[in-house]
């Protein structure tokens, strides 16, 4: 469990980054930190593992101030993710994976065997494990960058935009892949993400910062799409263009859904699943189940 | 005969292979006392450049004062340390290091700065010390800029250690300053080419070992457009370099 107790952040005197922020994350659950730029998401996910310090308050690891910890020491028991992968240019794939591990101590042959065992846990080829990253696409750099957060083992995953920087499709693709690498490790994973669909996908626990670091709102997905507190909120899930209020009609025999503004959303399948996972989070992608 | 035949004549000639003044004697002390003066200045500059590059502290400071240096005329510095300390070697090897020692500091630091922040910032986030940084990511990827401002003060040594005979009997400046003395212009001339050529294969040395250091990983990617957006506040513009830059 992770824990922001009335935490502040101040860069210099007049740009407040993180204002008076508590939030308890569950264990073992994927808390998304949503927000457009400037709203701190970053800064808060970083104080977590002392990237950044905050300027008042405090942040509790299983009830241990985290200020009291080593910053080497805590960074390399929790695992990080960021947009560009942010792997080693001059490392080959399987160095950077066992990075961490090697400063560790662990044997280089261990480390080298473990490495190649992540790879194939993030669903990477072990052929690409002598190539160096720039050799790999944007997709695979991020896989890589998933197995090097993954390399200790670490009880906390923190994500910073991870899937921000690929293609839609690979995107996709990687946020699925994340939901299965949770259901097998149930890490308690920090996500921070501008994008609400992808919030929605993802978060046990979604919350919605405003400029300067303000809590909108927390609450599942389905608390939030339903019950949006203020009009910031339903602007930011896009409850107010209507995206969210999702109709049916009929065209040619096919029942399509549309939301309020006519653009389609998709198809209504009778019988079958509408997607790999059902719930708010499939809801928010624009499949509807009956 | 020209005068070019004749200096080239003049190396050639089998009597400057022998006695205290052989070509060959005056070659390595000419190699040997820009190697000593590099290897003195790099131990000067490297560590501090090094500093500045890693902390992005005192890089305004480094750049006006190896600016400085870069514009004291080293024959002015030369007369005025040897009046100091008198005739001999310490005179020239204080003027070549100092001569020497702004390209190597600039060559130390922006090695270092021209690494992506992101991924020095990356290092730190999984939990490498700073020390672990410097050595295990700053280093082999600044090398490269390292090496090509070492490359630069070899070349600025080694032509004007020629000086270094003006105060004391030592490299191929001996030839130059004998030959002005007794009217030898082949045997100056001469003393010249010797120069050029040590300067030419210390230049393509350095050029090849520029390209060995490059990390493997590094030219592969060198050709390809990365694609840098980021959509989030940039905690990382408060990091120290940044401030250094500004």
Same mark, same amino acid.
């Given at each position: 469990?992770?824990?922001?107790?009335?935490?502040?952040?101040?860069?210099?005197?007049?740009?407040?980054?993180?204002?008076?922020?508590?939030?308890?994350?569950?264990?073992?659950?994927?808390?998304?930190?949503?927000?457009?730029?400037?709203?701190? *998401?970053?800064?808060?996910?970083?104080?977590?593992?002392?990237?950044? @310090?905050?300027?008042?308050?405090?942040?509790?690891?299983?009830?241990?101030?985290?200020?009291?910890?080593?910053?080497? =020491?805590?960074?390399?028991?929790?695992?990080?993710?960021?947009?560009?992968?942010?792997?080693?240019?001059?490392? =080959?794939?399987?160095?950077?994976?066992?990075?961490? !591990?090697?400063?560790?101590?662990? !044997?280089? *042959?261990?480390?080298?065997?473990?490495?190649?065992?992540?790879?194939?846990?993030?669903?990477?080829?072990?052929?690409?494990? @002598?190539?160096?990253?720039?050799?790999?696409?944007?997709?695979?750099?991020?896989?890589?960058?998933?197995?090097?957060?993954?390399?200790?083992?670490?009880?906390?995953?923190?994500?910073?935009?991870?899937?921000?920087?690929?293609? !839609?499709?690979?995107?996709?693709?990687?946020?699925? +892949?994340?939901?299965?690498?949770?259901?097998?490790?149930? *890490?308690?994973?920090?996500?921070?993400?501008? @994008?609400?669909?992808?919030?929605?996908?993802?978060?046990?626990?979604?919350?919605?910062?405003?400029?300067?670091?303000?809590?909108?709102?927390?609450?599942? !997905?389905?608390?939030?799409?339903?019950?949006?507190?203020? +009009?910031?909120?339903?602007?930011?899930?896009?409850?107010?263009?209507? =995206?969210?209020?999702?109709?049916?009609?009929?065209?040619?025999?096919?029942?399509?859904?549309?939301?309020?503004?006519?653009?389609?959303?998709?198809?209504?399948?009778?019988?079958? *699943?509408?997607?790999?996972?059902?719930?708010?989070?499939?809801?928010?992608?624009?499949?509807?189940?009956? | 005969?020209?005068?070019?035949?004749?200096?080239?004549?003049?190396?050639?000639?089998?009597?400057?292979?022998?006695?205290?003044?052989?070509?060959?004697?005056?070659?390595?002390?000419?190699?040997?006392?820009?190697?000593?003066?590099?290897?003195?200045?790099?131990?000067?500059?490297?560590?501090?450049?090094?500093?500045?590059?890693?902390?992005?502290?005192?890089?305004?400071?480094?750049?006006?004062?190896?600016?400085?240096?870069?514009?004291?005329?080293?024959?002015?510095?030369?007369?005025? #340390?040897?009046?100091?300390?008198?005739?001999?070697?310490?005179?020239?090897?204080?003027?070549?290091?100092?001569?020497?020692?702004?390209?190597?500091?600039?060559?130390?630091?922006?090695?270092?700065?021209?690494?992506?922040?992101?991924?020095?910032?990356?290092?730190?986030?999984?939990?490498?010390?700073?020390?672990?940084?410097?050595?295990?990511?700053?280093?082999?990827?600044?090398?490269?800029?390292?090496?090509?401002?070492?490359?630069?003060?070899?070349?600025?040594?080694?032509?004007?250690?020629?000086?270094?005979?003006?105060?004391?009997?030592?490299?191929?400046?001996?030839?130059?300053?004998?030959?002005?003395?007794?009217?030898?212009?082949?045997?100056?001339?001469?003393?010249?080419?010797? #120069?050029?050529?040590?300067?030419?294969?210390?230049?393509?040395?350095?050029?090849?070992?520029?390209?060995? #250091?490059?990390?493997?990983?590094?030219?592969?990617?060198?050709?390809?457009?990365?694609?840098?957006?980021?959509?989030?506040?940039?905690?990382?513009?408060?990091?120290?370099?940044?401030?250094?830059?500004?």
């Amino acid at each position: 469990m992770i824990e922001f107790r009335s935490v502040t952040k101040r860069f210099t005197q007049d740009a407040v980054a993180v204002n008076d922020f508590s939030l308890v994350l569950p264990s073992r659950k994927i808390t998304v930190l949503v927000g457009s730029s400037g709203s701190g *998401k970053t800064t808060l996910l970083r104080m977590i593992n002392r990237m950044v @310090d905050p300027t008042s308050g405090s942040i509790e690891i299983d009830g241990v101030d985290v200020a009291t910890l080593e910053p080497v =020491k805590l960074r390399r028991s929790i695992g990080y993710v960021m947009q560009n992968s942010g792997l080693l240019p001059h490392r =080959k794939v399987v160095d950077n994976v066992a990075t961490v !591990p090697l400063l560790r101590g662990v !044997p280089r *042959k261990q480390a080298r065997l473990d490495a190649l065992e992540l790879l194939d846990t993030v669903g990477l080829s072990r052929t690409l494990a @002598d190539r160096y990253p720039s050799q790999l696409s944007g997709g695979q750099q991020q896989r890589v960058g998933v197995a090097r957060g993954l390399a200790v083992n670490p009880n906390i995953l923190l994500m910073d935009e991870p899937f921000g920087a690929v293609d !839609p499709i690979v995107r996709a693709e990687l946020q699925q +892949e994340l939901l299965r690498l949770q259901q097998e490790l149930d *890490k308690t994973v920090v996500f921070v993400t501008h @994008d609400i669909d992808e919030a929605f996908l993802l978060g046990d626990q979604v919350v919605i910062l405003r400029t300067g670091g303000l809590v909108a709102q927390i609450g599942s !997905p389905t608390e939030i799409l339903a019950n949006p507190v203020d +009009e910031f909120v339903s602007s930011f899930v896009g409850a107010d263009r209507g =995206k969210r209020s999702l109709h049916l009609e009929n065209h040619g025999g096919d029942d399509l859904v549309v939301d309020s503004e006519g653009r389609l959303a998709g198809v209504l399948s009778t019988g079958t *699943k509408a997607g790999t996972r059902s719930g708010p989070g499939a809801a928010a992608q624009g499949g509807v189940r009956q | 005969m020209n005068l070019f035949a004749q200096a080239v004549q003049w190396i050639l000639d089998p009597l400057n292979y022998v006695g205290v003044n052989a070509i060959p004697l005056r070659v390595f002390e000419h190699l040997a006392f820009t190697l000593v003066t590099l290897v003195i200045a790099s131990a000067i500059a490297i560590p501090i450049g090094f500093f500045i590059g890693h902390t992005g502290r005192g890089r305004g400071l480094a750049v006006s004062v190896a600016g400085a240096f870069r514009a004291i005329p080293t024959l002015g510095l030369l007369t005025l #340390v040897a009046l100091w300390i008198g005739i001999g070697l310490g005179a020239p090897f204080v003027a070549l290091t100092i001569l020497a020692i702004p390209p190597i500091l600039a060559g130390a630091y922006t090695g270092f700065e021209a690494i992506d922040r992101r991924t020095v910032d990356a290092a730190r986030a999984v939990g490498m010390s700073e020390g672990q940084i410097v050595r295990g990511v700053e280093v082999p990827l600044g090398l490269p800029l390292l090496i090509g401002g070492i490359r630069s003060a070899a070349l600025q040594v080694v032509a004007t250690a020629t000086l270094a005979a003006y105060i004391a009997d030592i490299g191929l400046g001996r030839y130059l300053f004998t030959g002005l003395k007794t009217r030898d212009h082949a045997e100056m001339l001469g003393g010249s080419i010797l #120069v050029i050529l040590l300067a030419l294969a210390l230049e393509g040395i350095f050029a090849t070992i520029q390209r060995f #250091v490059v990390p493997r990983g590094v030219i592969s990617s060198r050709s390809k457009v990365v694609r840098v957006r980021s959509s989030r506040a940039r905690p990382m513009v408060n990091s120290a370099v940044e401030k250094g830059t500004q």
